[in-house]
């Protein structure tokens, strides 16, 4: 389904990717593991559009994404989930909500995909006409994740859905990925730091260290794996 | 004159800086250009509807529908042809606020050096609906009041298509974060055209009630472009209701100012509060952390 062949990108002399290839299914659910600064963000931004990168290819279903704006990739079909979430503060959970539902693709579909979020995400549903700025961190993650989820995407980006989040609320919000994970109807590919978590959400895995990818294995094998697990899971 | 009818005057005033405002806000909120020529686009308005109703006998709130429509087409031909290449290379949004503060400095002096030459540089006037109106119990001129009575719909307008329509929403999330509203699928660059040729739109309409009870010259523009600049900082950049509310703010103190001290101390009045405001919410009136 997503197909990155030779992706290379560098900031100035800094090369953040190097010769990244990756591969996820229909229905499947990718982890990307790597410490600060391995190229995750780098790598999440450049699929979805908010940075051309210098040399390689992704491709979507068969079309191309290297060259097409963010708001035609989102057309595509790929939702992300940006490190600094990127919602519209004053604007209160509902409108954040229906904004995701503006491309072509997703508008018909609105009042049902705003249901299944608040049935996913209860809290916001007690919170829908608040501005999303007063809203916890926690909270504020799961908007984005719902306006993702809003543009009725084939595959989801989640960069560090975890990051900064209380354990308690951090939960609450993988509970609520694992389910769409289950259900199978669309893949995820997320970046995490906490690995643990990650791998226990997901089918597979690659490990990216200083843009490079190092290696890759099911879900299962790489969380046994002594040394992945001295590495990324900080044992 | 009792003080109501002095504070009743300024809300007329205050309703059309409002009107103004908004315009200017459209375009330094959402497509992020800081439009020095503003002004220009209210005094070229001004000088329509003063041709259309001398020469052709146009009311000048019918000739809108014509001069609006055109205001718009052209500012979005400005926007398409003039600031594409800037926000093509901006990096970021304060670079390309500072590339259009001069760009559109230049264009201000093409536009009020033309029409300088076209019209010369006289006061210019009209006499319609001057008459006295008697209206709960106050006496105001008739001009005055159709021209708040029209800055009210129009701004009305403005508010209701930002806050219930599809563009509208789309317009304001562009003004908050651009980058969410790439992620949702909006066309920034479509929409920031969109938005500053709005913004010449409501500029023209402006220009057209003003010139029902003031007059005006090709040298108007910048006064109101200022003022614009005040009340859009004052109310919040990218909020509208806050535009409404400190454009009226700005008429009322200027109408005491003038009928209490001195008329010629209203601009002073203007940055006086302008300052204010700036001290003691630096984030405008409704501004957030």
């Known amino acids: 389904m997503l197909e990155i062949d030779g992706l290379n990108h560098s900031y100035g002399r800094h090369r953040a990717l190097n010769d990244v290839a990756i591969r996820v299914r229909s229905g499947e659910a990718v982890a990307i593991l790597g410490a600060n600064g ?76 705003m249901a299944r979020v608040f049935e996913l995400f209860p809290r916001l549903a007690e919170r829908r006409g608040q501005a999303v700025r007063v809203l916890s961190g926690g909270e504020q993650q799961m908007v984005a994740v719902g306006r993702a989820l809003m543009t009725r995407p084939l595959l989801l980006l989640l960069d560090e859905p975890s990051l900064g989040l209380a354990p308690l609320i951090a939960g609450e919000l993988f509970a609520a990925l694992t389910r769409i994970v289950d259900e199978g109807a669309m893949s995820i590919l997320m970046v995490e730091q906490n690995a643990r978590r990650a791998l226990k959400m997901v089918n597979r895995a690659y490990l990216l260290s200083l843009g490079r990818i190092v290696g890759e294995g099911a879900a299962k094998a790489l969380a046994e794996d002594r040394a992945v697990a001295e590495s990324y899971l900080g044992l | 004159m009792p003080v109501i009818e002095v504070i009743f005057g300024g809300v007329i005033l205050g309703g059309l800086y409002a009107l103004v405002a908004m315009g200017f806000n459209l375009q330094y909120g959402v497509a992020r250009i800081v439009n020095l020529a503003y002004g220009e686009f209210l005094m070229t308005a001004a000088f329509a509807a003063f041709w259309m109703f001398t020469l052709f006998g146009v009311n000048p709130i019918l000739g809108m529908f014509l001069s609006v429509p055109a205001a718009f087409g052209a500012n979005w ?70 021209a708040f009575a029209t800055a009210g719909v129009i701004a009305t307008a403005v508010w209701v298509v930002l806050q219930f329509t599809r563009f509208g929403v789309a317009l304001r999330a562009l003004a908050i974060d651009p980058v969410g509203a790439q992620l949702v699928g909006v066309d920034v660059r479509r929409l920031s055209a969109l938005a500053f040729a709005c913004g010449g739109a409501l500029a023209a309409a402006a220009g057209t009630l003003v010139s029902t009870f003031l007059s005006f010259n090709p040298a108007i523009g910048i006064e109101f472009t200022m003022k614009a600049l005040v009340v859009v900082i004052m109310g919040g950049i990218g909020n509208m209701l806050g535009s409404l509310a400190a454009g009226l703010m700005l008429g009322v103190a200027e109408a005491l100012c003038s009928y209490y001290v001195d008329s010629g101390l209203t601009l002073a009045v203007a940055y006086a509060l302008f300052l204010i405001v700036l001290v003691v919410r630096p984030r405008g009136l409704f501004g957030t952390a």
């Open chain 2, 77 to 146: 031909l400005i926007y398409r042809v003039l600031m594409t290449p800037l926000a093509r290379r901006a990096r970021t949004r304060d670079q390309l606020e500072g590339e259009t503060i001069l760009a559109t400095f230049g264009l201000l002096f093409v536009l009020r050096g033309a029409a300088t030459i076209a019209f010369t540089a006289n006061d210019r006037y009209y006499d319609y609906l001057g008459e006295p109106l008697r209206l709960l119990g106050f006496t105001f001129a008739a001009n005055r009041v159709l």
């Open chain 1, 38 to 113: 391995a190229g995750k963000t780098t790598l999440l931004n450049a699929i979805v559009g908010l940075i051309r990168p210098s040399a390689g290819s992704i491709r979507f279903r068969g079309v191309e994404l290297v060259g097409l704006p963010a708001r035609r990739i989102v057309g595509e079909g790929i939702a992300a989930v940006t490190e600094n979430r990127h919602l519209f503060g004053s604007m209160s959970v509902t409108e954040n909500l229906s904004l995701g539902a503006y491309s072509r693709r997703a508008r018909d579909a609105a009042p049902d995909g």
